[in-house]
Each structure stands twice: as C-alpha cells, then as structure tokens.
C-alpha cells in the first residue's frame, strides 16, 4: 500500500526551528503536488505551504519568511523548515500529496501527522 508518514514534530521554544518530513512509500511512479497542512485545536485544517512538481513553493501570509518546503523526489521526501516559530504556529501537521502508483488510479493522499508544540 502507498503511506506518507510525517516526521519531524515536537516541543520547542518560541523562536526555535523544527524540520518536518514526508515520506512517500510504497509502489508509486511519482509524486505530484504536496501540501503541509496544520490543524490547531478547535480550528479548521489550513494549508501551510505547497510545492509543485516542479519545486515552487507557495506559503501562507502566516508563516512566509519562517517556513521553507523543499522536495528531494530521489527519496520521495517533501520537507518543510520551520524557523522562529511562535505560539499560533502549535498545532498537528499533516502532509498531502497527489501520488501515481505503479497500479491505480491517482490519488490525493494523507497522512497521519505529526505534533508540533510552540511552548516556553
């Protein structure tokens, strides 16, 4: 089966930096657009930052000049770079990607996330 695992969460200061990762797995011909969404308690889902398959990255207002995406496609990776973090920025991150399998049809899939908490 295709999985994407987030990595990469935990405890940190305000103004400390995190480095979350996507790994795609499975049987897959290639990895399309990925998205970092984040989702804080009582909030809706919304999305972070997204790379093209050709590696443009687009931010949200909330977190341009702090968050970096960037995507090594050799190990089906998408990571984003988390730098002077602040409390708004607690929430769990959840990475989407559009993925063609060697068989099936191409899907929009999810992964489980990985918490994220911004805390002195």
């Known amino acids: 089966q295709v999985q994407l695992e987030e990595s990469g969460g935990g405890l940190v200061q305000p103004g400390g930096s995190l480095r979350l990762s996507c790994t795609v797995t499975?049987?897959?011909?290639?990895?399309?657009?990925v998205g970092w969404y984040r989702q804080a308690p009582g909030k809706q889902r919304e999305l972070v930052a997204d790379?093209?398959?050709?590696?443009?990255?687009i931010y949200a207002d909330s977190v341009k000049g702090r968050f970096t995406i960037s995507r090594d496609n050799a190990r089906n990776t998408v990571y984003l770079q988390m730098n002077s973090l602040k409390f708004e920025d607690t929430a769990v991150y959840f990475c989407?990607?559009?993925?063609?399998?060697?068989?099936?049809?191409?899907?929009?899939?999810w992964g489980q996330g990985t918490e994220v908490t911004v805390s002195s």
């Open positions: 790379i093209t398959s050709g590696g443009r990255g």
């Open positions: 989407n990607a559009i993925i063609v399998p060697i068989s099936g049809t191409i899907a929009n899939s």
């Open positions: 499975g049987s897959i011909l290639s990895i399309g657009r």
